[in-house]
């Protein structure tokens, strides 16, 4: 079985500044989909970034960008330039490749809950 | 930009009463999910649905919980006889095909069985 592990329950980072929230799955898949989620006080699961497996490049969006490190199944969230509205649950998620036109379900991690300070 | 709807968004229920959680999701979308998320804990998956059945469901989705998509545009979960440990934040989300996109959450329900 999959799981997602976030070792960080909380953190902080100063407007304008630079955090890394860091995340790690256990899988033996070979193909699979990474996720960040950030759920703000509203509760709202909004998609950040995400990341295919069978690719080496790291996804960027914006100001969040990842370091994907399949070896050592592990996948980071960068997020620079930090903004007030930011502060939020950061939720990793793990998806793994589904076949003949089924679907996958989300693992989630337990989350980092991001405080962005003025 | 597209939502999934999801309403009400806060109900209170007595313990063994049953509860309908209404989802409204993005009109083009094919595949619809449940998780759920207990105070302080992570999200859970609760069932997918495609093609008007259940594609696949998780321990927690027991004989209690049941999902339907009644008309084109509601998908609908029913909590036959609510526990207190029910008592959690559901999410509704939809995808328009095979999920390695990322689904799109509604804004979830709050449910507090007393």
């Known amino acids: 079985a999959q799981t997602v592990t976030q070792s960080q329950p909380e953190m902080s980072v100063q407007e304008a500044e630079t955090v890394t929230l860091s995340c790690t799955y256990d899988?033996?898949?070979?193909?699979?989909?990474l996720f960040w989620y950030k759920q703000p006080p509203s509760r709202q699961m909004i998609l950040v970034i995400r990341?295919?497996?069978?690719?080496?490049q790291n996804a960027t969006e914006n100001r969040f960008s990842v370091n994907f490190q399949k070896a050592a199944k592990s996948f980071s969230l960068k997020i620079s330039d930090s903004q007030l509205g930011g502060t939020a649950m950061y939720f990793c998620?793990?998806?793994?490749?589904?076949?003949?036109?089924?679907?996958?379900?989300?693992?989630f991690g337990k989350g980092t809950k991001l405080s962005v300070k003025p | 930009e597209p939502e999934v709807t999801q309403t009400p968004s806060h109900q209170v229920t007595q313990m063994g009463q049953e509860v309908i959680l209404r989802c409204v999701p993005i009109?083009?979308?094919?595949?619809f999910y449940w998780y759920r998320q207990i105070l302080g804990q992570k999200v859970e998956f609760l069932v997918s649905?495609?093609?008007?059945?259940?594609?696949?469901k998780s321990e927690i989705f027991d004989d209690q919980f049941s999902v339907e998509r009644p008309d084109g545009s509601n998908f609908t979960l029913k909590i036959r006889s609510t526990k207190l440990e029910d008592s959690a934040m559901y999410f509704c989300?939809?995808?328009?095909?095979?999920?390695?996109?990322?689904?799109?959450f509604g804004s979830g329900t709050r449910l507090t069985v007393v």
């Open positions: 998620a793990f998806m793994r490749e589904e076949y003949g036109g089924s679907q996958g379900n989300l693992i």
């Open positions: 989300a939809s995808s328009w095909s095979r999920v390695k996109e990322g689904y799109t």
């Open positions: 899988t033996s898949e070979s193909n699979y989909y």
């Open positions: 009109s083009n979308h094919l595949y």
């Open positions: 649905f495609y093609n008007n059945e259940i594609s696949e």
């Open positions: 990341q295919e497996a069978y690719k080496q």
